[in-house]
């Protein structure tokens, strides 16, 4: 699994005049648990925006492998794009579709899978986030744990090589948080996805990252990269700050 699942080369993050981020370079290893992390507003979420084609950058590129994926034609997106699986932070259920039919959805509209086997498969994707025996449930029936598993479920259906989860435990408990956690870590290993997370939560990131990313909204940079502990013990100031709990929010 050597090799680069996705490079951002000289990216620049803007709307109209106002820069989010500039200069972003770094490279997310393929297998690994990669966080993006900073304070609220830094530009975490717009990044994985951009990452997703959702939006444009205003210099720079994304690429996935060797293939840009900014310099690709629309089809060729698509085509990248499904190697891709999101869980949004939240969750973006269906509700008026059971779990069953919300992790279907993306196997009816992008193979041709009889019906048989795709209920085969959605039964495997919800067993292996521990919803078994929940198929026939309505997403509002659910606790907000067992939504994101969902989410998850779906997320994983079509076997992505690239898994993007934007922050997992948004208004979750700390358990339910930490439990999420090592689901993510469980389905890395089972299914060999490169996962991307942003985060702000310090003990998930802590938890489950291989390496992480930290976006400084006031120099409007990426200031450090590696593994989140000795970026704790040994990064910037600002850093030591966010893991420690005292930087300004």
């Keep these: 699994m050597a090799g680069e699942a996705i490079t951002v080369r000289q990216m620049t993050m803007a709307f109209g005049d106002r820069v989010v981020i500039r200069d972003l370079d770094f490279a997310i290893r393929r297998g690994e648990v990669y966080v993006i992390m900073g304070g609220s507003g830094c530009g975490k979420s717009t990044l994985l925006r951009h990452m997703l084609g959702l939006v444009e950058p205003s210099a720079g590129e ?8 900014t310099r690709s034609s629309p089809a060729g997106r698509d085509r ?38 795709i209920r085969e498969v959605v039964e495997l994707k919800l067993g292996l986030v521990g919803l078994h025996g929940f198929e026939s449930f309505y997403p509002w029936e659910l606790s907000g744990g067992m939504q994101k598993r969902a989410g998850l479920a779906r ?11 934007d922050e997992p435990s948004a208004s979750l408990d700390p358990p339910t948080g ?13 299914l060999g996805t490169t996962v991307v997370v942003v985060t702000h939560d310090v003990a ?32 910037p100031p600002v850093v030591r700050a966010f893991f420690s709990g005292t930087a300004p929010t």
Excluded: C
Excluded at 105 to 111: I, K
Excluded at 155 to 165: G, K, M, R
Excluded at 178 to 190: F, S
């Design 62 to 69: 994304v690429l996935y492998g060797d293939t840009s994926f």
């Design 178 to 190: 930490r439990r999420l956690d090592q689901l993510i870590l469980r389905l890395r290993d089972a």
């Design 204 to 235: 998930s990131i802590l938890g489950i990252a291989s390496r992480a990313l930290f976006l400084d909204g006031e120099s409007r940079r990426a200031i450090a990269e590696g593994p989140p502990a000795e970026l704790r013990d040994r990064g």
């Design 80 to 117: 990248l794009l499904r190697r891709v699986g999101v869980l949004y932070q939240g969750s973006a259920l269906w509700t008026s579709m059971t779990l069953a039919e919300n992790v279907a959805l993306p196997l009816q509209q992008f193979t041709r899978l009889p019906a048989e086997r």
């Design 155 to 165: 997320a994983i259906a079509l076997d992505p090589e690239i898994l993007f989860i």
